[in-house]
């Protein structure tokens, strides 16, 4: 008989969810080194169990693969998060109460050359009208001050800030984006959409000392389970050379969550191929190229069939993309012919139709050559788009505290109609259309980067407080199989890297998790009691609750 060579560790458990199949059983699993070497019975693994194996015994925890958050902003997300850069003004009930914690944080930083600031949401506001430059410019400031909204689409500033880069009244508006002015001309100190936010964001969010917190952000991932991460442009972040900082951190061995990026799908084709040839690891990889084709229906930039109900410009805007179907196909299609997968955020229902007919287009002149194409969040689809998607084999990457975080607000029911707002997020049809998702965050545009908070909201569809007790039109809830499949292997089918990453099975990257309970014995309002108790990745134990 053939000796087996030992594995590092055995896990056993009661509940082991592969991710290839929609329940769990009784099982194990074998890793050494980086990967999985077998799963199965306990007579399959105990031939790996060797006088050095580590043997961790889950009984019935959940034993399932590392949590992968398909769609998040890494580096700005992290730098986000770091408190001693950014002035947190989420869940803050007013305008008034934004600017004095602005204050604040000016205040205990007197250093800071840029107050930047990220979260606020004037629709959940007391007095819910988008705010301008005037309430900041109150303060004893000198200071620019720029505050991103929770969506990360628009920029609240000060006059310091226009003036610091150069915004005046005689600055025209780009193309795809807004910049608001006064009724005698001057800009107001809101602008919306990447086109005219970043004038500000390029200077702002440049910061030198960005590996600490990137490696603070990826300690916390691992504690929530999280090992893998498909990172969107734009990056947010200007610090130079971002890609190869994600690259040095693993080459070094300090980093320990996986990154699929995608870069800019409209920069000169000869850069995404040298980012393609530089980084193309297991831990770091160019995974694609991603563009912004619309907005938000809260700031009326969303591109929609219909027209919005109550849009300031007039009763028939249905918003604007960010570029036509001609210069969306041509950029389709040379990326199609050059073999880059391509996903592309679309929030209103004619921005997916336009992403549909560039892929339609695309594939007719060139086939496809095994590139992937995904619809980035997918709130609005017409059903007839959902068959077509199945057919062009275009995946859809979602996000499932979108619907609870904006549906109680009341945003969507004023701006579509109850309608259109019924028919949003059709997670349920797309599911059973075929349509291979992927779930994530939009992390930092998101109330929460826990996955478990992630499952909850697409299992129950209800708010974190446990309401509405029967959901938020649950007839498009996901079940928890579909839910944490999707979470594991789905991401990785969208992020193009399925036959390594994603589920337990022999052969593939040992990154897995083991929660605090079987979420399967549970009811779903209490699934998020849930906690991991420990994390592995890359065949190495990066977290264990009883040791944090």
């Not at 999985?36 to 031939?47: E, N, T």
């Not at 194996?53 to 890494?74: C, Q, R, W, Y």
């Not at 999280?226 to 972040?237: E, K, N, Q, R």
Request: proline residues 6%; negative net charge; glycine residues 8%.
């Amino acid at each position: 008989m053939e000796s087996v060579v030992p594995a590092d560790i055995v896990l056993k458990t009661t509940a082991l969810f592969t991710a290839e199949e929609l329940e769990p059983r009784a099982g194990c699993v074998a890793v050494r080194g980086s990967e999985i070497v077998a799963v199965g019975s306990p007579d399959k693994v105990q031939p790996f169990i060797g006088p050095d194996t580590e043997v961790i015994d889950a009984g019935n925890k959940l034993v399932m693969p590392g949590f992968n958050d398909s769609h998040m902003h890494f580096a700005l997300g992290s730098i986000q998060k770091d408190e001693d850069f950014c002035c947190d003004l989420m869940f803050l009930p007013s305008e008034q109460a934004c600017v004095d914690a602005v204050a604040k944080f000016a205040a205990e930083h007197p250093d800071n050359p840029w107050i930047y600031g990220q979260g606020w949401y004037s629709p959940a506001w007391e007095n819910p009208i988008d705010p301008d430059c005037r309430s900041l410019d109150a303060l004893d400031i000198d200071r620019p001050i720029v505050l991103s909204d929770f969506s990360m689409h628009v920029v609240w500033c000060n006059t310091a800030a226009l003036r610091a880069v150069g915004i005046d009244r005689n600055t025209p508006t780009p193309e795809g984006g807004l910049i608001r002015h006064f009724d005698n001309g001057e800009p107001n100190g809101f602008l919306s959409e990447p086109q005219a936010t970043n004038i500000l964001l390029d200077v702002v969010l440049n910061k030198p000392d960005l590996d600490a917190s990137l490696l603070k952000s990826m300690r916390k991932f691992n504690k929530l389970g999280i090992t893998s991460i498909g990172d969107m442009y734009p990056l947010g972040v200007t610090t130079p050379g971002v890609y190869d900082i994600y690259d040095r951190l693993a080459s070094e061995d300090l980093s320990t969550l996986r990154i699929s990026y995608y870069s800019a799908l409209d920069a000169p084709m000869a850069e995404s191929q040298a980012l393609r040839v530089r980084h193309h690891g297991e831990r770091v990889r160019m995974a694609g190229l991603k563009y912004i084709l619309d907005g938000c229906p809260e700031a009326y930039t969303a591109y929609m069939h219909e027209p919005y109900l109550n849009a300031p410009t007039g009763k028939d805007f249905r918003g604007e993309p960010a570029c036509n179907q001609e210069t969306l196909d041509r950029m389709m299609l040379e990326a199609s012919k050059n073999g880059f997968d391509v996903r592309i955020h679309a929030i209103g229902d004619a921005s997916a139709t336009m992403i549909i007919d560039a892929v339609e287009r695309a594939e007719e002149v060139c086939g496809n050559k095994g590139a992937r194409f995904a619809i980035e969040h997918t709130d609005n689809l017409k059903l007839e788009d959902i068959a077509r998607m199945k057919r062009l084999g275009i995946n859809a990457a979602v996000q499932p505290q979108h619907p609870i975080g904006g549906l109680g607000q009341g945003v969507y029911e004023e701006s579509l109609g109850e309608e259109r707002m019924s028919h949003m997020w059709r997670y349920r049809e797309e599911a059973d259309g075929g349509i291979h998702l992927g779930l994530g965050t939009d992390w930092p545009a998101v109330m929460s980067i826990d996955p478990i908070d992630t499952v909850y909201a697409a299992v129950t569809r209800s708010e974190f407080d446990g309401h509405p007790a029967e959901g938020y039109f649950r007839e498009n809830a996901l079940t928890l199989g579909e839910t944490l499949q999707a979470h594991t292997l789905g991401s990785a089918y969208v992020e193009g890297f399925e036959r390594r990453l994603g589920s337990l099975a022999a052969g593939k990257l040992a990154d897995i998790v083991i929660l605090s309970g079987n979420p399967f014995e549970m009811n779903p309002m209490a699934l998020r009691d849930l906690e991991v108790e420990t994390t592995i990745f890359n065949g190495r134990v990066v977290y264990r609750k009883d040791e944090a």
